[in-house]
């Protein structure tokens, strides 16, 4: 019986110990659970998953404005047809990737071709078509045929610049508008002299002629001087050393029955005829050939002959046509030039990265490493001082000459003008006109070509039927 109820006592006081247990992590786990709900509204249990949760948010706005970013680049395309030269070619595609690498939004494709009278003729028929090159490169002598078919645009007067040598200048406009901007020089005359036998040339032709007096010996056919006066081209500089010019850009007109055509015949007439200071019977092949054997000390040729000196050998300098006896001004060759001219659908971004890269190719930088890798001169008279051009005497001369230079006139005019000069010139040369009647007579055929009531031989249109 004892031992019943001690073990009664033993199960109460175990079941007592076992609630207090159980009491007992009752009340940790409540208060766990207050602490954790405490903590967690403070934030503290929350620390790496926002960060984490704020890192990935950062992430997708990031790359969203990107998307965005990418999105907003619009390309634009720029299509440029080109008549360029060879090693211009090269040095075209040079500027055209450090231009896209400026602008990587512009997607520039080019097209050369193989004559200008195809490029001409492809662009116009694509511009009528509302088609075409937004850009075309070339020479700009085409300018006249090309705004009459109303294929190019007239350019905004912030444009034009008036750094632009005189002669591809005036060649860029029509009718009172700019139509071209031009971009490089080239084939233009100038005097070339030998070194070897003087050291600097005479600034004006009554030097020319005294030195020539010292040193012909046309026994031996040797020479101081020899001029090409039996093609037109050559004879022309001197009217505008005789202060006026043989056409007007802007209308188009003709003027051979002038003053300074008078005073140029004369002056042919009197070195060849009066002092007989040079041989009339000698031509261009004759004349170039003199020079390269050094049977001539100076001689009048276009720029293009300064490889083929060099290549000869030549100890060589150029210099300025010298001022005619009479004259007050030294002679204006014609020059050409290349140009920028815009297609006339050209609107929009596409015209805008026209202008741009047109912009850029004009640029100082880009103009000397044209010149420097390439057969062709700047047209900015800004230049004249820079050292790539100072450095070289015979670059710097020629650009002393190409910066009085007159532009070249337009092709059809051009053949008119020459047509009419060739004949009465000779007339002059060998005595049959007087220089006064030859120029009066020059205007005449000119007119008559123009017109169509003369063909290129002399004979009538009405004649040229009859047969």
Known sequence: MENIIKDKKKKKIMLKKTRICLLFFGLITVSAFFLASVLSSCGLFEKNVSDETSESAETQETASETSAQEETVTITDLDIWTKIEPQQQVELTNSIEIFTGMNPEIKTTTRNFRSNEELIDQFTAASLAGAGADLIITEIGSLEDLARAGVIKPLEPELSNTDILKGPAEMSYFDGKMYALPFRAFDFLMLFYNREFMEEPPGDFDALIE?????????????????????????????????????????????????????????????????????????????????????????????????????????FGTAQIPVAPGGFKNPTPMINCTGFMFNINSYGARYEAAKEFAGFLLSEEMQISWTERTQTLPVLKSLTGNTAITADPVLFNQFKQAIICRGKVPEDALRVIIDSMRLNIENVMYGNLSPEDAAKKMQEDAIKLSTGLESADGTTETGSNQN
């Open 211 to 315: 030195y020539c007096k010292q040193v012909n010996k046309p026994s031996e056919q040797l020479w101081g001087f020899l001029l090409n006066w039996k093609e037109p081209e050559w004879v022309l500089p001197f009217c505008g050393g005789f202060g006026d010019w043989i056409y007007d850009y802007d209308s188009g007109s003709i003027f051979l029955d002038s003053e300074a055509m008078t005073e140029t015949l004369r002056f042919l007439d009197d070195i060849y005829n009066v002092r007989k200071t040079l041989p009339l019977e000698v031509e261009y092949e004759d004349i170039n050939t003199a020079f390269i054997n050094k049977t001539a000390h100076m001689v009048i040729n276009g720029n293009w002959a300064v490889e083929e000196y060099i290549k000869a050998g030549l100890d």
